[in-house]
């Protein structure tokens, strides 16, 4: 029997996503990755203690989410970790205030594509190429 390597550290994803049954539609590919941590954030107030107290390879902001609470993230994620990149998932249709097209923040349409939401990730993180 050969011995297994260690599991490498499990990076932490803040999700920012209310309570709703869609989460595990759009974001269980990548929970269900060894690889991932995802600490999930109901509110912007909780959102925003996880920023000042933990550490996070990625911020995610779900469609959900409302514009105003995306922009005001945006702008905590600046004071507080102006380094740390942003994945934003908007409805199709959805207006895109301006300010969100910053450096290190993306933007990805729904619907989206099975395994788009992983493979973004993926990228942002440096795990895969573009």
Do not use: C
Not at 18 to 47: C, H, K, N, Q, V
Not at 91 to 107: L, S
Request: hydrophobic share 50%; aromatic share 4%.
């Amino acid at each position: 029997m050969t011995p297994h390597a260690p599991p490498a550290k499990a990076r932490p994803l803040l999700v920012v996503a209310p309570a709703l049954p869609e989460r595990s539609e759009l974001f269980g590919a990548l929970a269900a990755r060894s690889d991932f941590r995802i600490l999930y954030a109901a509110t912007l107030a909780e959102a925003l203690h996880v920023l000042r107290d933990r550490t996070v390879a990625l911020v995610i902001a779900a469609p959900e989410l409302p514009a105003a609470a995306v922009t005001e993230l945006l702008a905590a994620k600046e004071r507080l970790r102006p380094e740390l990149p942003v994945l934003i998932i908007r409805n199709r249709q959805a207006e895109e205030p301006p300010g969100w097209e910053r450096g290190g923040v993306g933007v990805l349409r729904r619907p989206l594509l099975p395994e788009a939401l992983d493979r973004s990730v993926d990228v942002v993180l440096g795990l895969r190429s573009a």
